[in-house]
């Protein structure tokens, strides 16, 4: 009797410590994921060469990624679900660091100068719904 309480005991503890460690590892790959969010729109601001409005010119360490301009980060995560410039006279490349925003959902690009092309990588965004990429040199 006493011995099959005590393998409970233990069997509790080792099932509580496996939840933890399970629990502790989905956090860190949560905080790696929104590492990545945040070197891609680091990438992205850097392909930009002319920010006449300043619109990017707070994307530092001094606010959270998920406060910058422009930028919404689902309620649940800290990972980026939309990225909105329009109509910022931003000039520059859109850089395929956007196709590891893999959480975003949309993307509102319009009245920019954006140029050359729409990198490929995009499509690695399959919760993508709303692209809106006009008025640019696309
Ligand atoms: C960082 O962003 C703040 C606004 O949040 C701005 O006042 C500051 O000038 C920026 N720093 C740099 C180095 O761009
Ligand atoms: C776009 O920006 C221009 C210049 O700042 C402004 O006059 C115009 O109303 C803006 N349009 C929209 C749709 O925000």
């Not at 409005?53 to 360490?61: C, Q």
């Not at 606010?63 to 329009?86: E, K, M, P, S, Y």
């Not at 000039?91 to 660091?97: A, M, Q």
């Amino acid at each position: 009797m006493k011995s099959t309480k005590n393998s409970r005991v233990e069997f509790l503890v080792f099932f509580l410590s496996v939840l933890l460690c399970y629990l502790q590892s989905l956090s860190h790959c949560a905080k790696l994921g929104s590492e990545t969010d945040k070197v891609a729109l680091l990438a992205f601001k850097n392909q930009v060469a002319d920010d006449p409005f300043g619109a990017l010119s707070a994307w530092n360490d001094s606010l959270d990624f998920c406060q910058w301009h422009g930028v919404t980060c689902g309620a649940r995560h800290r990972r980026v679900i939309a990225l909105h410039l329009n109509n910022q006279s931003l000039t520059g490349s859109i850089s395929p660091y956007i196709g590891n925003l893999a959480f975003l959902r949309s993307i509102i690009l319009q009245s920019n100068n954006f140029y050359v092309k729409i990198p490929l990588e995009i499509g690695n965004l399959f919760r993508l719904q709303y692209i809106i990429f006009s008025l640019n040199m696309l």
